[in-house]
């Protein structure tokens, strides 16, 4: 995937990290986001799968890249020796408008001169990906394509090609993992919590009860969140990056 999004060979270690919040890669509402790094060690890639776009979202996820950046500045020896980063952004919900894929670097410009080199981002249109790969049958970019069909379009687009068969196998088997999905439940449940606390609160006209109830469901939330990683021993910091408490509340929560 990182091959066809850079059209660049590289070697990858196994992943340092993933946000999987997806109980099936069918369901269009989740994320799957991973780290890794190339195995010479002089790369990073950040892939991010938004399954919908809204506006901010290009902040948050510059922000990720940024706040990685920002470590590597701390422990490299050299301001100019450091990793390459390259964040690889796959969005459903740009609208068929959009371009393909897009590039950005921080540059001039006027001068075309760079501010710095080892930054880049690419963001490609999940939308149009599909319709150039899944109905108009163009097969650069069909391994990205298949991240947004369901479960029969998957199949169609993956027969006859080896790799993505193997791929299609994999994202079955992974739909079947009891493990998998249990991990995942917890998002689901907030969704649930937050819709029925809207819900309530349209129908009963208690504006103020619901802020109230809103922000106590989230709380408790985040908590059985929390409290199910560590049960799962994921990382503290880790759990820092994707749920809104401090590193002093999630050790007392041990």
């Not at 919040?21 to 190339?38: G, M, R, Y």
């Not at 080892?118 to 963001?123: A, D, H």
């Not at 739909?175 to 129908?203: C, G, Q, R, Y």
Request: net charge negative.
């Amino acid at each position: 995937l990182i091959e066809v999004s850079i059209k660049e060979k590289v070697k990858v270690n196994d992943p340092l990290m993933q946000e999987v919040l997806k109980p099936s890669v069918f369901i269009k509402n989740k994320t799957l986001d991973v780290l890794t790094e190339s195995t010479d060690k002089k790369s990073k890639y950040n892939i991010e799968l938004n399954v919908g776009h809204y506006d901010g979202l290009n902040n948050r996820n510059a922000g990720y890249i940024f706040s990685k950046y920002s470590e590597d500045v701390k422990v490299s020896e050299y301001y100019n020796n450091m990793r390459n980063f390259i964040q690889i952004n796959l969005t459903s919900g740009l609208g068929k408008d959009y371009e393909l894929v897009n590039t950005y670097k921080l540059i001039d410009p006027k001068t075309g001169n760079y501010f710095i080199e080892n930054l880049t981002i690419y963001e490609f249109n999940l939308d149009k990906i599909k319709d150039t790969c899944y109905t108009k049958g163009e097969k650069e970019y069909k391994i990205l394509a298949a991240l947004c069909c369901n479960k029969e379009e998957l199949h169609e687009l993956c027969k006859g090609d080896k790799v993505l068969e193997k791929l299609e196998r994999e994202v079955i088997k992974l739909n079947k993992d009891p493990e998998f999905i249990e991990f995942l439940s917890a998002e689901e449940d907030a969704k649930k919590v937050h819709n029925t606390l809207m819900n309530n609160a349209k129908e009963e006209g208690l504006a103020e009860g619901f802020a109230s109830g809103l922000a106590e469901g989230i709380e408790q939330n985040k908590i059985t969140i929390a409290k199910n990683m560590l049960k799962d021993n994921i990382p503290i910091d880790t759990i820092i990056k994707y749920i809104n408490l401090t590193k002093e509340e999630i050790e007392s929560l041990k």
